[in-house]
């Protein structure tokens, strides 16, 4: 069988399965069981497949068409402009998150040897994109995963930034090491009783401690700003993802631990995102 012949079965598959990006998934499904990549596919479409290949392809596709995400399938996904190597461990890198690396590289233009704290680091993406931005900047991670730190702790070396990066196992909790500049966190905040109403690729695959906020959502964006005050120098940049509908109530925490709100940036679906505040 051919490449496309094998790609329009895949992708046919998946649309009897409702999943919108059909062809797409099933051209990158392809470049993984083959090993080449999507310009190669898309060059050489009458080029026959190998029985072994064309197995691996169709596991791929059985795979994604119970939903299993693409990052997981390829354990890759693009944020800001580098690729970083994802698992089940790690939440999957989103749009939306690339907020906090544009703020924080629009507020540090001028700045030198910053030291920065990442909450919740997961794969690393928030944190090491700033790095490798800002090549005399230094940055320490903290989660409560050891196989999320591992796993930036793999992507920060094939960024390159990995002599400029401290990586820890702690509860955000009971982390005291060091004073920071700017802190940056995409801490869980999934209603623990909304969780079940995501989206399957999301709810059956996606590690549920980066996604469980708690009943209500804040247990955890709590900590994270009580602890970020304490960690954070006075007049010390902090900026947080927060969920729909919470920025009144975590407007009220943040100024509760002496924080001064500079803005709330709306992400493209012109919903509140990302909260960008500095420590009085």
């Keep these: 069988m051919n490449i496309e012949s094998a790609i329009n079965a895949g992708a046919k598959i998946l649309k009897d399965k409702y999943i919108r990006t059909a062809n797409l998934d099933s051209e990158i499904l392809m470049s993984k069981a083959i090993n080449k990549n999507r310009e190669f596919i898309?060059?050489?479409?009458?080029k026959n497949?190998?029985?072994?290949?064309?197995?691996?392809?169709?596991?791929?596709?059985?795979?994604?068409?119970?939903?299993?995400?693409?990052?997981?399938?390829?354990?890759k996904k693009f944020f800001w402009d580098s690729e970083f190597f994802v698992t089940k461990d790690t939440l999957i890198?989103?749009?939306?998150?690339?907020?906090?690396?544009?703020?924080?590289?629009?507020?540090?233009k001028y700045k030198n040897n910053l030291n920065i704290l990442d909450i919740g680091i997961g794969?690393?993406?928030?944190?090491?994109?700033?790095?490798?931005?800002?090549?005399?900047?230094?940055?320490?991670g903290i989660d409560i995963s050891k196989n999320c730190l591992n796993i930036s702790k793999f992507n920060a070396i094939n960024i390159g930034v990995s002599n400029r990066l401290k990586l820890f196992k702690s509860n955000v909790d009971k982390f005291n090491f060091g004073k920071y500049d700017l802190i940056v966190s995409n801490p869980p905040y999934i209603n623990k009783n909304n969780i079940k109403y995501l989206e399957r690729d999301i709810v059956g695959f996606e590690p549920k401690q980066a996604l469980n906020g708690g009943l209500d959502g804040l247990s955890e964006i709590s900590k994270v700003i009580t602890k970020s005050s304490e960690l954070i120098k006075k007049s010390g940049k902090f900026i947080l993802e927060i969920g729909f509908d919470q920025k009144d109530r975590v407007v009220k925490l943040l100024k509760k631990e002496g924080f001064y709100i500079n803005r709330i940036q709306k992400d493209l679906s012109k919903i509140d995102r990302c909260i960008i505040c500095t420590k009085i």
């Design 93 to 108: 890198p989103r749009p939306e998150t690339e907020l906090i690396v544009q703020n924080t590289l629009n507020l540090t």
């Design 123 to 140: 794969s690393g993406c928030i944190l090491l994109s700033i790095l490798k931005e800002r090549k005399n900047f230094y940055g320490t």
């Design 42 to 46: 898309l060059l050489n479409l009458k």
């Design 49 to 75: 497949i190998n029985k072994q290949e064309l197995f691996y392809f169709q596991t791929l596709i059985k795979k994604r068409s119970l939903r299993k995400p693409i990052a997981y399938l390829t354990n």
